[in-house]
């Protein structure tokens, strides 16, 4: 099964990304973007790829462990861009600001003893809200990329870790909570 570790949105900051994803779909309507459902908006903090239904207790443990350095973390929407480039967008995301980058790193630790290493590149705390499948007819959505300003209103705090599975469906992915850990450390 393909697992990731994530944190989920509350319902009030899904609707606000998802505000934010229709303002990108409604500039750029040519744009062919596969927008990813706001039932499956999420901040990755690791992505596992296939684990064997035998493996998911160790990986719960693993990240039991983990998680329980860490408080809870509040967590705010701050920007709308792409990767690799707004001017080549291929993944276009929400910017989250908070410390997810330490929670992000103790995961990858804790994990790789149990078969899955940490992500080499570098952690850049994100919602993902669509991805382009070709990129004809991208002006548009550039230029909205360019003029989104910072979104407000958008501020939560993460309470818990999910280790979420994923079910390949023709009409998107569909996440299923196998593991809930909650940010348990005392507050500094």
């Known amino acids: 099964m393909r697992c990731f570790v994530a944190i989920a949105l509350p319902e009030a900051i899904r609707a606000g990304v998802a505000r934010l994803q229709a303002g990108l779909r409604a500039a750029a309507p040519g744009a062919d973007v596969r927008w990813t459902a706001p039932a499956g908006l999420h901040v990755t903090l690791q992505f596992l790829g296939e684990v064997r239904g035998?493996?998911?207790?160790?990986?719960?443990?693993?990240?039991?462990?983990?998680?329980?350095?860490?408080?809870?973390?509040?967590?705010?929407?701050?920007?709308?861009?792409?990767?690799?480039?707004?001017?080549?967008?291929?993944?276009?995301?929400?910017?989250?600001?908070?410390?997810?980058?330490?929670?992000?790193?103790?995961v990858g630790a804790a994990l790789a003893p149990v078969g899955y290493p940490p992500e080499t590149r570098p952690f850049h705390a994100h919602v993902?809200?669509?991805?382009?499948?070709?990129?004809?007819?991208?002006?548009?959505?550039r230029a909205a990329l360019a003029g989104f300003g910072r979104p407000d209103?958008?501020?939560?705090?993460a309470r818990e870790v999910v280790?979420?599975?994923?079910?390949?469906?023709?009409n998107g992915s569909v996440y299923e909570a196998l593991a809930q850990v909650p940010l348990s450390a005392p507050c500094p």
């Open 153 to 157: 209103g958008l501020a939560w705090t």
């Open 54 to 106: 035998a493996h998911v207790p160790a990986v719960s443990a693993a990240l039991a462990e983990a998680v329980a350095r860490h408080a809870p973390k509040p967590l705010a929407v701050d920007a709308v861009g792409a990767f690799p480039t707004p001017m080549q967008p291929r993944i276009l995301w929400a910017g989250v600001a908070g410390d997810l980058a330490g929670l992000a790193a103790d």
């Open 163 to 170: 280790l979420y599975r994923s079910h390949q469906s023709p």
């Open 128 to 141: 993902t809200l669509g991805r382009v499948r070709r990129p004809g007819h991208l002006g548009p959505l």
